[in-house]
């Protein structure tokens, strides 16, 4: 258990559907991120939340929409995905954005788009 | 692109071999971590390296983080099929980039 909760645990979706993934922190923590993980790729850092401002969205598909709400709460907002996005996507946390922090990883979303 | 370079990709051995992975880069950074991922999990991190040239060791672990602060090992000692899953290094400026692993199994 490391304080980040992510839901649902797995999903398979359409790509006419719209689905979202929810991340909550009980940390404390000011800064949260996605990252998708695909097989035999890096990590790749999608969008990072400090404050509950974004401040880096990198480069990714308007089909992935972030929302933060709250310093502990993170949504990743899935629409007309293709199949190429089906991964894992994990939520992190940490207490600031940067060098310094330790990241802690919630255990992911299994996403499948079919 | 602070590209990460973690080699091998996979390694399979038995139960008390002893192991290293590598983690290299053309850029700088102020730290490096390494994490492990077991199957159905999010990435747990194992240690954080900061000056150049620094060894850590964590029980059969012993990580080194080169003087220039670019590459990084992992050296396992007699291995255990716990030690089983993704061995991921991190470099951390700003942020965080990641390698893509090395997947490691332990026989029994």
């Known amino acids: 258990e490391t304080g980040v909760t992510q839901t649902p645990r797995h999903l398979v979706m359409g790509m006419t559907n719209k689905k979202s993934l929810k991340c909550e922190q009980h940390?404390?923590?000011?800064?949260m991120y996605w990252y998708k993980q695909s097989a035999k790729k890096p990590l790749e850092l999608m969008f990072v939340?400090?404050?509950?401002?974004?401040?880096e969205n990198n480069s990714v598909p308007s089909r992935f929409s972030p929302e933060c709400p709250n310093s502990s709460h993170l949504f990743l907002h899935l629409h007309t995905l293709q199949p190429e996005d089906s991964a894992l996507y994990l939520c992190a946390s940490s207490q600031d954005r940067g060098s310094g922090n330790t990241i802690y990883f919630g255990e992911g979303s299994w996403l499948t788009v079919v | 692109t602070q590209l990460l370079e973690q080699s091998p990709q996979f390694l399979s051995i038995q139960e008390g071999e002893n192991l290293t992975v590598y983690c290299n880069s053309s850029?700088?950074?102020?730290?490096l971590q390494w994490y492990r991922q077991e199957p159905g999990e999010g990435p747990v991190l194992l240690v954080t390296v900061v000056t150049g040239g620094e060894v850590k060791k964590l029980k059969r672990l012993t990580f080194q983080f080169g003087d220039a602060r670019k590459d990084s090992s992992l050296h396992i000692t007699a291995a255990q099929p716990g030690d089983t899953g993704l061995y991921l290094c991190a470099g951390v400026n700003n942020d965080m980039r990641f390698g893509a692993g090395t997947r490691l199994t332990v026989k029994p």
């Open positions: 939340y400090s404050l509950e401002e974004r401040v």
């Open positions: 940390l404390g923590h000011n800064a």
């Open positions: 850029s700088v950074f102020s730290s």
